[in-house]
T-cell receptor, first 115, second 115 residues
Framework: AQSVTQLGSHVSVSEGALVLLRCNYS??????LFWYVQYPNQGLQLLLK??????LVKGINGFEAEFKKSETSFLLTKPSAHMSVAAEYFC?????????????FGKGTRLSVIA | EAEVAQSPRYKITEKSQAVAFWCDPI?????LYWYRQILGQGPELLVQ????????DSQLPKDRFSAERLKGVDSTLKIQPAELGDSAMYLC?????????????FGQGTRLTVV
């Protein structure tokens, strides 16, 4: 079964600093990978997704992600943190071998931005 | 912009009572998911529908939980009787008819508190 591990349950960065969140997947076949963001008492919003077209993916609000097959990782970055990006971030995977398989989520990383 | 609608947003109920949540997916989306998110954790799949049929309910506690999507459009998730451990965010999501690599679109969720 697919699984995903997010490194760091809580990450703090200074305003203006680089945001870097890491996700590792466990699968012999590279899955589809997604990063979602969740603000308090809200649903999940898609930031970006990797679907094997390119290893560097651009998302909304200045976020990017890099797929590294050799490290089975999916790294989410944003060059300069702003207070507005303080939220919970979830990495998710789905099986590439069949359609509409449900997303399997990691436990999340809470991002804090320090002024 | 089309959204997944959920109601109510918040629900407080006493243990042993019945509670129900409603979800209206994005128009035309054949796949509907119910996820449960315990505070501080990632969402976990409870049930997946394809049109009106259940595709996966292996993680649904069937002694107390039930889900239906009678006409293949909106869906209801019911808990009877509610237990203290059911306190969580219940998220509904939808995705288009069988497409690989598609993301799930989430509603705002229903925050359930069992007292």
């Amino acid at each position: 079964a697919q699984s995903v591990t997010q490194l760091g349950s809580h990450v703090s960065v200074s305003e203006g600093a680089l945001v870097l969140l890491r996700c590792n997947y466990s699968s012999s076949v590279p899955p589809y990978l997604f990063w979602y963001v969740q603000y308090p008492n809200q649903g999940l919003q898609l930031l970006l997704k990797y679907t094997s077209a390119a290893t560097l993916v651009k998302g909304i609000n200045g976020f990017e992600a890099e797929f590294k097959k050799s490290e089975t990782s999916f790294l989410l970055t944003k060059p300069s943190a702003h207070m507005s990006v303080a939220a919970e971030y979830f990495c998710a995977v789905s099986d590439t071998r069949s359609g509409n398989t449900p997303l399997v989520f990691g436990k999340g990383t809470r991002l804090s931005v320090i002024a | 912009e089309a959204e997944v609608a959920q109601s109510p947003r918040y629900k407080i109920t006493e243990k042993s009572q019945a509670v129900a949540f409603w979800c209206d997916p994005i128009s035309g989306h054949a796949t509907l998911y119910w996820y449960r998110q315990i505070l501080g954790q990632g969402p976990e799949l409870l049930v997946q529908f394809q049109d009106e049929s259940v595709v996966d309910d292996s993680q649904l506690p069937k002694d107390r939980f039930s889900a239906e999507r009678l006409k293949g459009v909106d869906s209801t998730l019911k808990i009877q009787p509610a237990e203290l451990g059911d306190s969580a965010m219940y998220l509904c999501a939808s995705s288009p008819r069988v497409l690989v690599n598609t993301e799930a679109f989430f509603g705002q969720g229903t925050r359930l508190t069992v007292v």
